[in-house]
């Protein structure tokens, strides 16, 4: 399938490792310029060369985007070369806190990291895709917005507004050729999610070979369908599907990728 992203420019929000890292290579590889952006220059460049060394067109964009200079500097550097035309709000951060231990600076942090951050970015971008009568903006979600649980709850809540202002701009760009939808992820296994089981099973008594203790940390945490952690390829394609001409009628949309592990129907 054409998604038809060729000659489109896409930025993708902390995409110097993770599954914004994944995101970016998989919208390269369906022909969109990416802009890669980070905190820190040198994984960020090296995340670009490594798209321009595989046939790929990557810029960089370094900066803080919790606060609104770097959101700011990030939006100049996003746009130096051309107009960003796919936004992907996937920067975010949380600690594993207990009520207890999650202060409201930490409440505040996180909001201003998960939430406010990508607002930033939609008023930087979004008006000249209004503009241009063509453009995606896909927040990355998750399944704890809809189903949370007792432990980082500065983090569910916090989810649950990107759900939420995600569906609200995508009311504000009715008729506009804009759309904005949500790809809401389970567990992922990228290198942080694999190091925290794997340094927390002894602890509960998994051993074995890695798919004995993904199977046993899968049961005991996020049980779900496919009884396994999700691929990040996996979130990508779904991103690179909302991002393309296929998908014009979507909008204000959650897909969801997590094998199945809400237990809704809606």
Not at 84 to 111: C, K, M, Q
């Amino acid at each position: 399938m054409d998604l038809g992203l060729t000659n489109k420019r896409a930025l993708v929000t902390g995409s110097s490792a993770g599954l914004g890292e994944a995101t970016a290579r998989f919208l390269s590889a369906e022909g969109a310029a990416v802009v890669i952006h980070g905190r820190n220059a040198d994984r960020t460049e090296r995340v670009a060369r490594e798209i321009r060394d595989a046939g790929g067109t990557a810029a960089t964009a370094v900066g803080d985007l919790a606060t609104d200079e770097g959101a700011a500097e990030v939006a100049r550097a996003a746009t130096a070369a051309g107009p960003v035309d796919i936004l992907v709000n996937n920067a975010g951060f949380y600690r594993h806190l207990s009520w207890a231990a999650a202060s409201p600076d930490e409440w505040r942090d996180t909001y201003n990291t998960n939430v406010v951050s990508g607002v930033r970015m939609v008023q930087h971008l979004v008006p000249a895709m209004r503009e241009r009568g063509w453009g995606r903006v896909i927040t990355i979600g998750g399944g704890l917005a809809s189903q949370p649980m007792a432990t980082h709850p500065q983090y569910n809540a916090a989810l649950a507004a990107r759900h939420n202002l995600a569906v609200s701009l995508a009311r504000d760009l009715k008729g506009t050729g804009v759309t904005s939808n949500v790809v809401s992820p389970g567990a992922i296994l990228v290198e942080s999610v694999r190091g925290y089981v794997t340094d927390m099973a002894p602890a509960h008594g998994w051993e074995g070979t890695w798919d004995e203790i993904e199977r046993k940390a899968v049961d005991a945490f996020i049980p779900n369908d496919q009884e396994r952690f999700g691929k990040a390829d996996e979130i990508a394609a779904a991103v690179a599907y909302l991002c393309g001409d296929h998908a014009q009628y979507i909008s204000g949309a959650t897909i969801r990728v997590d094998g199945g592990l809400i237990r809704s129907a809606f």
